[in-house]
């Protein structure tokens, strides 16, 4: 009955390969969520009220990029004013890539450079098929909603991402984030900081922040006019140049600055500011309509309502104390803001009004005339070491930010697997692979798959550089591969683990019983099936483009997934059992990665040591658990170091206790009865 089993399911996995591209499941939307992905990028209308609700008409796509202009209509007028746009992520190249390619998203952007919504409409990861619509997340896709687009979007800090999918959640982030940018710069006007902007704003901050109040006052850097009015009291307008964020964050604080400026440029569309702090006892009879503008004898001319935007309480910055609340006057191009302006203000009660001649002075006057306040020198040397590729990484790793605790919890059981390996311990190995299924199987789904290494043919090293702990088990495996072997097959492999679990969980008399169920001649042939299969998920991948091949080989995520179709458990249900009757029977026959990672050892230098009693001892070759020992030849690319033989060698059992030359004698009496 088991040599039918094993039989059966050999061939059954070897055949299964003809019928795979065809076999895989539809991806279908799911029913009821309404965030479910359409795998279409044919744009629906309502999709583009989803995105943008605020919006209730669309304009056809055009522009450069092609973008869908949303239009908010006033139920009194029916006036239409534009909201935002809504784009496809496609028609802003380049695209960031997902684990198996680009992911297709429709988002909108509104005049505040906030996103109003993402949709996703396409992607072919790798886990599609045994997952399913698994981005299709309401409250994963929900987190971007009214994000700014200046914001990091970076996984596990201020993203939220999809567990067991944090190359697509990095790469959804990503992808949004730049899209948008690129859209928000082309009709928006965003310019995101660079370096030479954050030195500029540091050197500027520097120099202000050595002025006093007084100082400011005496320099002539911050001026006011004190008018009475009725009633005993008096108005106090101070006034100051605050066309840079940087002054703007100097003078009433950085929130406050990017409020003023962003109402600024949404109404007016000027970058020229004037910070109006009023104060005294009668502040509160201050009127904007009273205040008029003159320059070089032109008229007067009043400042309205739109021209004065609020630029907070006066509670933050260097204007604290000294204003009761703080505007920000937006100069437009009529007038030369390094030219002297003539300011008025007529008190209620008065009958002139009181004029104050303002002009930049300092810093303000630098700025106003367009002083790139750093030299030459300077700002050649901030671009060279910005663009250096040290600084590069250090500033914007692939990962995006580091999960210290995912690698703490990678290092420490790496840890676990070297102490058992250099130990040669049972038990330290059986405490490193009780880690490995805990956390790499079944908390993180973390595992290697053979898709790492077709994601690499295909995309290149990022497949796994945007994941830390990824990439960390990527270079573990890869090193200790190179100088001992398949140390990952062992100890690291969480699917290992499952298969050793169940060797030790099945009765001693049956797995002796049941390993005379592989005759030799069927093992040795039938170890390289594996290698057929990684030949032909590669080329399924290179050729085919079919990425999703590999889950009829690998039972990984079905198993810590639960999930995947009736075909797929069933695979994982005969692999299970045949494990029952042939230790490893997966790593032996099935397991692709385990096929690469032996072609890797084939250039490992510090292999298992053998002793002259290995001749004619065989308690090592009953023992190993894939069947790579003959007596004194270990089948190198098929050992999986599990230190059983070197245990047993340096416990010195079975004959390698006595002495050779005893053993041979004794060899040769056996031979003559």
Not at 224 to 237: S, V
Request: charged share 20%.
């Amino acid at each position: 009955m088991f040599k039918r089993i094993i039989k059966l399911s050999l061939l059954a996995i070897s055949l299964m390969a003809s019928s795979l591209v065809t076999a895989q499941p539809p991806r279908q939307p799911v029913e009821g969520n309404p965030v479910r992905t359409p795998f279409s990028t044919e744009v629906q209308p309502e999709w583009l009220t989803q995105v943008m609700p605020e919006a209730d008409s669309f304009s056809e796509k055009s522009g450069e990029p092609p973008v869908y202009r949303g239009y908010q209509t006033d139920p009194d007028s029916g006036a239409q004013t534009l909201a935002g746009y809504v784009f496809l992520t496609a028609d802003v190249p380049p695209e960031e890539r997902g684990f198996s390619a680009p992911i297709d998203m429709l988002a909108g952007v509104n005049l505040d450079n906030e996103l109003t919504g993402i949709k996703i409409l396409n992607y072919v990861e790798s886990y599609v098929n045994t997952v399913g619509d698994f981005a299709a997340d309401p409250v994963f896709q929900a987190q971007y909603q009214g994000k700014h687009i200046a914001d990091d979007f970076q996984v596990r800090r201020d993203i939220d991402g999809i567990a067991g999918a944090t190359v697509t959640s990095f790469a959804i982030s990503r992808g949004v984030r730049e899209a948008a940018r690129r859209v928000a710069a082309a009709y928006n006007g965003f310019t995101p900081d660079n370096a030479v902007d954050v030195a500029r704003s540091q050197r500027i901050l520097e120099h202000m922040q050595q002025f006093t109040w007084e100082q400011l006052l005496e320099e002539g850097i911050v001026q006011q006019l004190t008018m009475p009015i009725p009633g005993g009291q008096e108005l106090q307008l101070t006034l100051t140049y605050m066309g840079h964020p940087a002054l703007g964050e100097f003078f009433i604080g950085r929130q406050a600055y990017a409020r003023a400026e962003r109402d600024a440029a949404a109404q007016l569309g000027g970058n020229q500011l004037i910070l109006l702090g009023v104060g005294g006892s009668g502040f509160g009879q201050f009127r904007q309509d009273r205040m008029q503008l003159q320059q070089d004898g032109s008229p007067r001319r009043r400042v309205m309502a739109n021209r004065l935007v609020t630029a907070g309480n006066a509670d933050v910055g260097m204007i604290a104390g000294h204003a009761e609340f703080a505007g920000a006057l937006v100069i437009d191009d009529n007038y030369d803001i390094t030219q002297p302006l003539n300011i008025f203000y007529q008190p209620l009660g008065s009958l002139e009004p009181y004029e104050l001649t303002f002009q930049p002075v300092g810093m303000g006057a630098r700025i106003a005339s367009g002083d790139p306040i750093l030299s030459e020198q300077e700002i050649e040397r901030i671009i060279r070491a910005e663009n250096s590729a040290i600084r590069q990484f250090i500033n914007n790793p692939p990962w995006g930010v580091t999960p210290w605790g995912s690698v703490l919890m990678s290092l420490l059981i790496f840890t676990l697997v070297m102490v058992a390996f250099i130990r040669k311990s049972s038990r330290w190995r059986w405490v490193a692979l009780t880690a490995t299924l805990v956390y790499l199987g079944i908390m993180e789904a973390g595992f290697l798959s053979v898709a790492h290494i077709t994601g690499v043919l295909l995309q290149g090293p990022d497949v796994f550089l945007n994941n830390l702990p990824l990439t960390m088990l990527v270079v573990f495996t890869v090193v200790t591969t190179l100088i001992w072997g398949r140390v990952f097959c062992s100890s690291l492999c969480p699917f290992g683990a499952v298969q050793d679990i169940i060797t030790r969980l099945t009765p001693k008399r049956l797995r002796h019983k049941f390993s005379r169920l592989m005759p030799q001649k069927v093992h040795d042939k039938a170890i390289y099936l594996k290698y057929g299969f990684l030949a032909f998920i590669i080329g399924a991948a290179l050729i085919a483009n079919n990425v999703a091949v590999f889950q009829y080989f690998e039972p990984f995520g079905t198993l810590f997934f639960l999930s995947g179709s009736a075909v797929l458990f069933a695979i994982l249900a005969a692999i299970l059992l045949a494990c029952v009757v042939v230790p490893r029977f997966y790593c032996r026959y099935v397991c692709p990665l385990g096929a690469a990672l032996g072609v890797v050892s084939f250039v490992s230098p510090l292999r298992i040591k053998r002793v002259p009693q290995c001749t004619v001892c065989t308690v090592c070759e009953h023992a190993c658990p894939t069947g790579a020992i003959r007596r004194e030849k270990i089948d190198f690319k098929e050992c999986v170091r599990c230190d059983i033989c070197e245990d047993k060698l340096i416990k010195k059992a079975g004959s390698c206790r006595h002495d050779m030359s005893r053993i041979i004698v004794r060899h040769k009496e056996l031979r003559t009865e």
